[in-house]
């Protein structure tokens, strides 16, 4: 059974501060994904990642970046966080080819103050 | 531009009644779509996908229905349950490139007894 944890559940951080997101995949997925759900706007991609240490923006990678050391793990980073990156941060993995479903974590509610 | 629209934001039905989500898509490049449901506070868990070589994909209670002309699909769901009670997103794949999803901003479907 596919599983995607992330870092935390819940976290507050204050303007400007540098926001650290972990998310760990244990299926050995090549492809992992972050992305950002929003009353109304759906799920938008932030940035993705096919391989270790390589990444691709996705629709909103502004005032995001990440990083992968790891096959198992992709980090977000919000390098100065702002109350408009207050929202619910979902990461997901998948594999290449095949069905092409993303597997999601439970996600991390972020609120900026 | 949005290339995934789900344009009901709510659904209501009866128990044991059927559920009729929509989905309709601009991109003639995508070729695989997926459902996903997602309750509160939760990652999206993957629902059922179809390929955009098939008409139709049944699992369960739920059958996915592709009409490529209209570039329109819909999620049945019968019977309608109390927990079926969630958001749900429709998500395609572009035929080239890499396995990105693109989403549509979801509905809320809410099944009473």
């Known amino acids: 059974d596919v599983k995607v944890t992330q870092s935390s559940r819940y976290l507050v951080k204050r303007t400007g501060e540098k926001v650290f997101l972990e998310c760990v995949q244990d299926?050995?997925?090549?492809?992992m994904f972050w992305y950002r759900q929003d009353p109304g706007l759906g799920l938008r991609l932030i940035y993705f990642s096919y391989d270790v240490k390589m990444k691709e923006k996705g629709d909103i990678p502004e005032g995001y970046s990440v990083s992968r050391e790891k096959k198992e793990r992709f980090s977000l980073i919000l390098e100065s966080a702002s109350t408009n990156q207050t929202s619910m941060y979902l990461c997901a993995s998948s594999a290449v080819g095949g069905r092409y479903e993303q597997y999601f974590g439970p996600g991390t509610r972020l609120t900026v103050t | 531009d949005q290339q995934v629209k789900q344009n009901s934001p709510s659904l209501s039905v009866q128990e044991g009644r059927i559920s009729i989500l929509n989905c309709d898509y601009t991109n003639s490049m995508f070729d695989y779509f997926l459902w996903y449901k997602k309750y509160p506070a939760e990652g999206p868990t993957f629902l059922i996908s179809i390929s955009s070589i098939k008409d139709k994909n049944e699992d369960g209670r739920f059958t996915v229905f592709l009409n490529k002309s209209a570039k329109h699909l819909s999620l049945h769901i019968v019977p309608s349950q109390p927990g079926d009670s969630a958001v749900y997103f429709c998500a395609a794949k572009k035929y080239s490139g890499y396995s990105t999803l693109t989403f549509g901003k979801g509905t809320m479907l809410l099944v009473s007894p």
């Open positions: 299926m050995d997925h090549e492809n």
